[in-house]
């Protein structure tokens, strides 16, 4: 069992990274001349958009396979201590 003051650092820095994700969204969507700066963001090529009369299916492929390459990356460099 791992001591409550690893868990309680895990937290912490898992937070901190959510915050930083927090800001840089926020920050994204105040750039301007580039579409709100993530507006290219799920709307990538290889992203699936079906719309019917009253049904619309969207998977976005290509968004999901960017952002796994990303995280598969940063975890790489964060293990590598």
Do not use: N, Q
Request: glycine content about 14%; aromatic content about 10%.
């Amino acid at each position: 069992m791992p001591e409550w003051a690893d868990v309680g650092k895990a937290f912490l820095v898992f937070g901190g990274l959510l915050a930083l994700v927090g800001l840089v969204l926020i920050l994204a969507d105040k750039l301007t001349g580039t579409g709100g700066g993530l507006g290219w963001f799920g709307k990538l090529p290889g992203d699936l958009l079906i719309k019917r009369d009253h049904f619309t299916l969207y998977v976005p492929l290509a968004t999901s396979l960017l952002i796994s390459i990303l995280v598969s990356v940063l975890l790489y460099l964060l293990s590598r201590r």
